[in-house]
Each structure stands twice: as C-alpha cells, then as structure tokens.
C-alpha cells in the first residue's frame, strides 16, 4: 500500500480525493433525500 501512495503524483492525489468527496456529499445527499421521502409522505 506505501508503495501505490509513494507512486502517486500530485494531479491523482487531487483526482482521488475530488472523487472520494463528490461520492460521499453524494451518498449523505442520498441518505438526507431518503429521510425526507419518509418524513413527509
């Protein structure tokens, strides 16, 4: 795992992390969206 991290370059380390953030605003979206569906049938 040091070794793939040690790899990267700055431009995959920004690729990843915009992935991993725009996926998890997605996912609490999601989940706030689902909340609402059943609070307010």
Excluded at 9 to 26: D, K, P
Aim: proline share 2%; net charge positive.
């Amino acid at each position: 795992m040091d070794k793939i991290i040690s790899k990267m370059n700055s431009t995959q380390w920004f690729i990843c992390l915009w992935l991993v953030g725009f996926i998890s605003l997605a996912i609490i979206a999601g989940l706030f969206r689902f909340m609402l569906y059943f609070a307010y049938p």
